[in-house]
């Protein structure tokens, strides 16, 4: 027995032996790996116990980039930017990430040049409100935009397709960039994001409708040379240069042809600042299609509004193919967005700068605002909302039958002198007045008093014309009011829904649509019932201007009031509820 207990203990020995071999091995491997650590990179000491980096104890040397998988991001890939989200070193949260850092001495030589006050000086002015509330929630995020097949000439998009397919991965810096005695007091967040702009492409051409450029940082803006250069460092390796017309007519040759192109561009080299600005800059063309009151509002008013309205007056505009017989006509609404005189770009001489500046107003559909793409989700009904505070209208919203005692519901009739007439207005008055309402009938044209018209639009109940520019005075109307717009023979329904009936319904109106039949229309009068443009008016659809001229400049309309009845009657009883 004994040497059985003998044997056993000889091999509990030897385990004992190999264990604490192995365990001074660990030891002295940690030893070293500590060493060699401390000796090598002593940067790694400053991380603490979860992984990550303080950013008041960062180097400057390091470079953090960061992915995040955003998962509604990731569902709209395939219409929607993409969006890069900077998560905030100071939100302590577990999220699924990846961190690569590096320590390039190079970049750190090249950022000690750089004093913390210039980078936080990059982009101050005009931070969108939207981004303040997501900073305080520890995110930021940088739309990056994407190529779009639509072209608009070869010319020009040759030059930008290059700079769309040289877009490598933007890779967002965070730095210590946050000085304590910054006389400002500009926050981290702030550096961190304009460090994002500095990476994102100075200009997106992916919207089928408008081109726009959207820069932070040291920009120069050149009238006399038509440029607009956004100064890059001299170690910057970047080299954009775009071609844009800031009118939002995409791909409409006839309408842009005239106007003057803009150059945006990266640059290392620019003249002397001749002023200086604290605001934003927006520069926008006007011409075109304006002095027809649909496109004033649906090519500049709107996306105007939809550009401009975030900053609260702090911006400057600047103006290419300025008519000033038009910006005097719609001076309210420029005093409204802007506390700043208007700059002519095409016969200024000055060099401008700017820390922020966009080329180009965000645009979508006719007459409406894409609440989804445009900035803080703005929408028709805030843009309805801004004209009657613009005008100083006094009514918000319609009121119920009744409430009013002895009121009636007032009708506005748009009438037309030259095209899309009606021809038995009367008759017309006459059965609207049997029904209950007060009439009113106004002819809308380009030389109209908007000051008063307005008050007019605001002051009825329901407005109706024959389909035309005229009914774009919708946007005066109070809320719940209604809008009944004619569509003239020639199967243009669609054409009538888009201009006017989609916007109004956004604005919070109602909508109403009524089609004339073919013994409604004057083109009775020049061709035969039998021809073919009233069996099949699509044939004559051969592009709009053949459409405009057979079926919009040469047809007018006799209303059957007997057919029209029941659509003021409908109106009617909606009022009522």
């Known amino acids: 027995m ?19 071999r192995l365990l001074v ?18 940067d790694a000491l400053l991380f603490n116990l979860n992984g990550r980096l303080s950013v008041d104890q960062a180097p400057r040397s390091l470079l953090i980039r960061q992915t995040v998988d955003d998962a509604q991001g990731q569902g709209s890939a395939a219409q929607d930017p993409k969006v890069v989200d900077d998560v905030d070193e100071g939100t302590g949260e577990e999220e699924d990430e990846k961190r690569v850092l590096t320590s390039e001495p190079e970049q750190a030589q090249n950022e000690e040049k750089t004093t913390t006050s210039q980078l936080l000086g990059s982009g101050g002015e005009g931070e969108k409100k939207g981004k303040d509330e997501g900073h305080q929630h520890g995110h930021h995020k940088m739309t990056l935009p994407t190529v779009s097949n639509y072209t608009i000439r070869d010319t020009e998009d040759s030059d930008n397709a290059k700079q769309e397919d040289s877009k490598s991965e933007v890779e967002t810096k965070l730095g210590a960039v946050a000085d304590k005695s910054d006389a400002n007091g500009r926050s981290r967040q702030q550096a961190l994001n304009n460090a994002g702009w500095e990476r994102k492409p100075l200009c997106d051409f992916s919207n089928f409708r408008a081109n726009v450029c959207e820069m932070r940082g040291n920009i120069k803006i050149h009238p006399n040379a038509s440029s607009v250069l956004y100064m890059e460092p001299a170690s910057s390796k970047r080299n954009e240069l775009w071609k844009i017309k800031p009118y939002p007519r995409k791909g409409d040759e006839l309408c842009l042809g005239k106007l003057r192109e803009v150059t945006v561009k990266s640059s290392k080299v620019a003249p002397e600042c001749t002023k200086y600005h604290n605001v934003p800059a927006v520069v926008f063309a006007l011409t075109g299609y304006t002095g027809n009151l649909f496109h004033d509002f649906t090519d500049v008013l709107v996306p105007l509004f939809t550009t401009a309205s975030e900053f609260n007056g702090e911006v400057q505009f600047l103006i290419t193919d300025m008519a000033v017989w038009w910006t005097n006509k719609y001076h309210v609404v420029f005093e409204k967005l802007s506390k700043y005189p208007l700059i002519d770009f095409n016969k200024d001489g000055d060099v401008h700068c700017f820390k922020h500046a966009i080329v180009g107003l965000h645009a979508y559909m006719e007459f409406t605002i894409d609440p989804s793409k445009a900035p803080h989700n703005y929408s028709m009904v805030d843009f309805n909302r801004f004209m009657r505070r613009t005008y100083q209208l006094p009514r918000d919203t319609v009121s119920a039958l009744g409430e009013i005692p002895k009121s009636k519901p007032r009708l506005l009739i748009i009438s037309r002198m030259r095209t899309r007439m009606f021809l038995n207005l009367p008759e017309i008055i006459k059965m609207a007045e049997e029904l209950g309402f007060e009439v009113v009938v106004e002819e809308a044209n380009v030389s109209s008093d908007l000051s008063h018209f307005s008050k007019v639009v605001n002051s009825v109940d329901v407005m109706m014309g024959v389909h035309g520019a005229g009914l774009t005075n919708c946007v005066f109307l109070p809320d719940k009011a209604t809008l009944i717009q004619i569509v003239p023979w020639g199967g243009i329904e669609g054409v009538c829904r888009i201009d006017f009936g989609n916007p109004s319904e956004q604005m919070g109106l109602r909508y109403k649509q009524y089609s004339i039949a073919v013994h409604e229309s004057s083109l009775t009068d020049q061709y035969p019932l039998d021809h ?5 008016p699509l044939a004559f659809h051969k592009g709009f201007e053949f459409i405009r001229q057979t079926f919009m400049d040469k047809q007018n309309v006799r209303l059957d009031c007997n057919r029209f009845r029941p659509v003021l009657l409908e109106t009617l009883d909606q009022l009522n509820q």
């Open 2 to 20: 004994k040497a059985v207990e003998r044997a056993k203990l000889v091999r509990s020995l030897r385990q004992e032996s190999r264990r604490l």
């Open 25 to 42: 091995l660990v030891i002295g491997f940690f030893l070293v790996t500590l060493t060699f650590v401390v000796v090598s990179k002593p």
């Open 532 to 536: 073919e443009i009233f069996k099949n």
